[in-house]
Nanobody, 120 residues
Framework: QVQLVESGGGLVQAGGSLRLSCAASGSIFSINSMGWYRQAPGKQRELVAT???????NYADSVKGRFTISRDNAKNAVYLQMNSLEPEDTAVYYC??????????????WGQGTQVTVSS
C-alpha cells in the first residue's frame, strides 16, 4: 500500500504565499515523477507542476514565475512554493506520484487533496 499525504493549504490574501508539502509512504521501491494538480469548482483537474527524479521540472503557463516545485528524494517528498497568489489559484491541490512498488510494478497515486483559497 502507498499513501500520499498533503499539507500546507489554507486561506491567504492575494499576493501572499503558501508552501504545500506532500510525503509518500508505504511499500515504495522508487519514485519516478511527482507533481501537483489542482481542481477548481466546476472545472477539470489540471496540471500545475511536475518534477522528475533527476530534478527536471515542468509548469503550467499560468503559474510560471510564481510557483516553484521541488523534491527531497531521501524523504519521498515533493513541495510546491506558491508566491504572488491570485484568486484564480483557488482550488483543491492534489499531490501525484508515479511510484514503483517493485522493479516490475508501478502505478499512479494521488493524495487526498488540500484546499487553497486566495481572497481578493
Amino acid at each position: 500500500q502507498v499513501q500520499l499525504v498533503e499539507s500546507g493549504g489554507g486561506l491567504v490574501q492575494a499576493g501572499g504565499s503558501l508552501r504545500l508539502s506532500c510525503a509518500a509512504s508505504g511499500s515504495i521501491f522508487s519514485i519516478n515523477s511527482m507533481g501537483w494538480y489542482r481542481q477548481a469548482p466546476g472545472k477539470q483537474r489540471e496540471l500545475v507542476a511536475t518534477i522528475t527524479s533527476s530534478g527536471n521540472t515542468n509548469y503550467a503557463d499560468s503559474v510560471k514565475g510564481r510557483f516553484t516545485i521541488s523534491r527531497d528524494n531521501a524523504k519521498n517528498a515533493v513541495y510546491l512554493q506558491m508566491n504572488s497568489l491570485e484568486p484564480e489559484d483557488t482550488a483543491v491541490y492534489y499531490c501525484n506520484g508515479l511510484i514503483q512498488r517493485s522493479m516490475f510494478f508501478g502505478a499512479n497515486y494521488w493524495g487526498q487533496g488540500t484546499q487553497v483559497t486566495v481572497s481578493s
